[in-house]
Nanobody, 115 residues
C-alpha cells in the first residue's frame, strides 16, 4: 500500500491550494479516505473524510466551509481543495486509508500560510 501526497507549498493568507494523494496497492474504490494535518507542536488532527463512492463527505469544524474533499476512483486519487487559508492552517497534511487491521499514511505534504 502506498499513499503519496503532493500539492503543498507556501501560500498567502486568503489563498488556495489543492492537495492530491496518489494511491496504490489496495482496492481504492472500496476504501473511505481521510485527510489529517499536524501543526508544529500539536497532535495530528482529522480534517476531512470521503466515503468510498464519494457520495458523502465530512469536515472538521475548524475548516468547514473552506474545504472540499473529492476522489477519482478511476485514477485512485483523492484530493483536498483548501480555500481562504489562514496562518493557523500551517501544517503537514497527510492522506490516510484505514484498511483493517492496518492504518496507512502517506509521507505528508507541507502547507505554509504566511505573508
Amino acid at each position: 500500500v502506498q499513499l503519496v501526497e503532493s500539492g503543498g507549498g507556501l501560500v498567502q493568507p486568503g489563498g488556495s491550494l489543492r492537495l492530491s494523494c496518489a494511491t496504490s496497492g489496495f482496492t481504492f474504490s472500496s476504501a473511505p479516505m481521510r485527510w489529517y494535518r499536524q501543526a508544529p507542536g500539536k497532535e495530528r488532527e482529522w480534517v476531512a473524510m470521503i466515503t468510498s463512492a464519494g457520495g458523502t463527505t465530512y469536515y472538521a469544524d475548524s475548516m468547514k466551509g473552506r474545504l472540499t474533499i473529492s476522489r477519482d476512483n478511476a485514477k485512485n486519487m483523492v484530493y483536498l481543495q483548501m480555500n481562504n487559508l489562514k496562518p493557523e492552517d500551517t501544517a503537514v497534511y497527510y492522506c490516510n486509508a484505514i484498511l483493517l487491521p492496518a492504518n496507512y499514511w502517506g509521507q505528508g505534504t507541507q502547507v505554509t500560510v504566511s505573508s
